[in-house]
């Protein structure tokens, strides 16, 4: 065992997890401040969380978010699923450098230029088609999916790398056939990982304000959206409330999360 | 007989496998690029869709026009230039800054012990997880002239008046490393737990001081962590339109805002779509890099299987 | 279906000929991993295909199982010829080298899945797992996960979980590789036992000589992706038919000399390697003249004091080192011309007192038809 400094490890532990974690905690400090500002405490009181939840704006955007974040985590977990047990098992094909290289563009290029190019395209069909007729909940699902299903196929792509290639072998051994082998043998064994792909598909969906930017219309407010043209104009305590009780509940998921898989460790 | 010889052009079933999630690319991604290569080259014009189309029939004659306008623009207009430049410095500023902080952390929670280890990594996980929006609006609060910040440091007597953050490039920096450093820290830890200690122990029982060991050997095997989480970090800083938007100044250039702005605000979309052709264009480097290093990923993987 | 199988070197065809792997190459991009195989196999015989890494024993293993597809040949199973056939609707069963054992389902499931892809009824399957877990004496742990068992328990559950089908064939992938080696002689009888009673063909790949001499009816020794010799365990290690074979099955030592009598009933071999010549008591093909290797194996060479009476078949050299391994004593002595050779001598025929030990002189003879003389 290589010895590393003490004093140098603390340091760094406690500066680093400092920077990361000072607004987080300044937010929900402050969510309890009495005083709008966030400069000087007044007093400890409830009272932005009472008119967050009178924020009939807010709440809608947060319910639109909700839906549309569990249907673009899902759809997102189905394709790109699907593309990554192609890029981790089928070999090299003709067209797999593209496939890669389509698969892994909405990682790397800026959310900007997905949702002009989405957009346009919609525009476009809309001139000739008719359809869709305007943006709302399906064209901001599409773009999300799109966004989604790559950081789904990575996670995904990268598990089944890792699972012993005989598992599934022994399987069409004994008589199933490749379909069934993906159902009954390769998904029951990557579910963690699915589980994980789902939930960074929500969080990313649920966040994202370029894309909605975009591809939302009128009467199609997501709470990101919203979120950010308010924020644009200065500090709004009611956020504060919102952001905290974010923390809080994405604090007790991770905790419960990584108790499940502690204990599947375990056994 | 006849059935026989049609069956070979139904595709296979490897094909009906494969070729699903291609489509979905296919339609969402590929398609609307090839759109925007092509609306880059209309003129603008008044109405739904506020561009012109390429083709015209008139007279029996089929007539292609290109405009160039756009593309003349962006290669005299210093200001597109000179914005990409930013974007391209601050980017890569950012990612630095990320190493600098990012790689310590990431070399510590690797080296602790497996019960703090993992009580450290979820304290990343954590942030990472939570809304980028909300955690960067906190800053908001805390850079501000009349944020906590100031308030903090005028009350220590440290300065006499407010230090000016909010809306100048420091605020985006602090912003942009704030948001990405988890992005570097978790392939990089990914890549440092995996590491052999027993070569680091073999080094130190051959006689290499602590420091030695680490730039000799630690650093170098850490390499394809650290260029992951580069990666992860610079490519989507320089596309960046929320954080500079919140927290930087008007003259905060960065080709996330001016692709945005040309977009919305001056509703030239064919500005927007050539902006975007040439970003892209100009990320393409760093894309296949990124795409050759998956690629290569992927047959390692296979061969280690095999 | 096809009786034009040409004779194959292994051997005529026979008509127990249960599977016939006719001219099979595999091609992997550059490598030739098979080249053009040749092999039958016959019902219920336990086959062994016996080789180092990268020889291609796994590999024609894997096409027979169905997960690789010879680049050309053809594989017949009861006279069927499966080579296009995919793994999941062939009548063969294939026990893997990590077990493969699905972690996620019970013992009782594991075993049941192949059955489940039949379409067995529910109560006829409950039926068939208990009667294979029986077998391998593991119905007690229907319950328990793969996990929580040892490593010889997952081995026979995967035994089980590929017999429960009844197939035509098995497959066995270097299946005592993960056993610690106190415990693999015990297995491989416990094995083979179990498989004659069932009365499986069965093939085996494997690295491990003294498996494949213990398990198997029949071996076939592969090298470079072709079958050197194949015959029974007794006639490849008596009368090998190459160097590469006498080396690989069990240990000997080689001389290197050249053929100076050639006759009918007997030869007599020159070698620089000893200062007599060897005798050989039968005629061999080789001419006169012709360079040659001869294989003595070490239990066959006699250690003494005294000098032997005959001209030839001995040398005289000093003890390099004395091993005392039990059952028998392993000697290792540097003949006069510098060359080093093995005797094994048994414990039966020394005493402690009597043996010569280190550093003495000593005189190693052998009979004159324990010599195997092979082609340079």
Known sequence: MIQSSRSLRAAVLFLGYGFLYVPIVCLMAFSFNDSPMMTSWTGFSWRWYHSLFNDQALLSAAWLSLRIALLTATAATIIGTWAGYVLARMGRFRGFALYVGMLSAPLVIPEVVLGIALLLMFVELGDLFGWPSGNGIFTIWVGHVTLCMAYVAVVIQSRIRDLDRSLEEAALDLGATPLKVFFSITLPLIAPALAAAWLLAFTLSLDDVVIASFLSGPGYTTLPLEVFSRVRLGVKPEINALASIFIVVVGICVLVANRIQRRKESI | MSRQSLARFAPSRRTLAIVPPFVWLGLFLLLPFLLVLKISFADLKFGIPPYTSLAEIKDQTLTIGLHLRTYALLFTDSLYIATYLNSVKMAAITTLCCGLIGYPMAYYIARSRPAQRNLLLLAVILPFWTSLLLRVYAWVGILRNDGLLNHVLMWLGLIGSPVEIYRTDLAVYIGLVYAYLPFFILPLYANLVKMDLRLLEAAHDLGARPWRVFFSITLPLSMPGVVAGAMLVFIPTVGEYVIPEMLGGANTLMMGRVMWNEFFNNADWPMASAVTCVMVLLLLIPLVLFQYSQVRQLDDGRKGAA | ?376
């Open chain 3, 1 to 376: 279906m096809s009786d034009d199988l040409l004779m194959a070197p292994t051997g005529s065809a026979h008509p127990d000929d249960f599977v016939r792997i006719a001219d099979v190459v595999k091609i992997f991009g550059d490598t030739v991993a098979v080249q053009s195989v040749s092999l039958s196999v016959r019902r219920q015989e336990i086959f062994a295909l016996l080789g180092s890494s990268g020889c291609g024993k796994s590999t024609l293993l894997r096409m027979l199982a169905g997960f690789e597809e010879p680049t050309s040949g053809r594989i017949y199973l009861d006279n069927e010829d499966i080579t296009a056939l995919p793994p999941y609707r062939r009548p063969v069963n294939m026990m893997f080298q990590s077990y493969a054992l699905f972690p996620h389902m019970t013992v009782e499931s594991n075993v049941a899945f192949g059955l489940k892809q039949e379409g067995v009824p529910a109560n006829e399957i409950h039926e068939r797992v208990f009667e294979a877990l029986d077998l391998v004496q593991m119905a007690g742990y229907s319950r328990r996960k793969p996990q929580q068992l040892s490593g010889g328990q997952q081995q026979r559950v995967a035994l089980a979980r590929s017999l429960v089908k009844r197939p035509k064939l098995l497959l066995l992938d270097e299946p005592m590789s993960a056993l610690d080696k106190q415990i693999r002689q015990k297995t491989q009888i416990e094995l083979t036992r179990i498989l004659e009673q069932v009365g499986v063909t069965c093939i085996m790949v494997t690295h491990d000589q003294e498996e494949a001499m213990t398990m198997a009816d029949r071996l076939a020794v592969m090298s470079e992706g072709q079958i050197v010799q194949c015959g029974s365990p007794q006639e490849v290690y008596t009368f090998p038919n190459c160097r590469f074979v006498a080396g690989f099955i069990g240990s000997t030592n080689f001389f290197d000399g050249v053929i100076s009598v050639d006759e009918p009933d007997h030869v007599l071999i020159e070698s620089d390697q000893l200062a007599r010549p060897l005798y050989v008591n039968h005629g061999v093909s080789e001419p006169l003249g012709m360079n040659v290797h001869v294989s003595i194996r070490p239990e066959n060479i006699r250690v003494q004091r005294e000098q032997p009476e005959l001209d030839y078949n001995w040398a005289h050299g000093m003890v390099n080192h004395v091993a005392w391994m039990g059952s028998y004593v392993r000697y290792q002595i540097r003949l006069d011309s510098g060359l080093v050779i093995e005797a094994s001598v048994p414990a039966l025929m020394l005493t402690q007192d009597d043996a010569p030990g280190l550093d003495e002189e000593v005189y190693a003879c052998w009979a004159s038809g324990t010599a195997t003389v092979l082609p340079s």
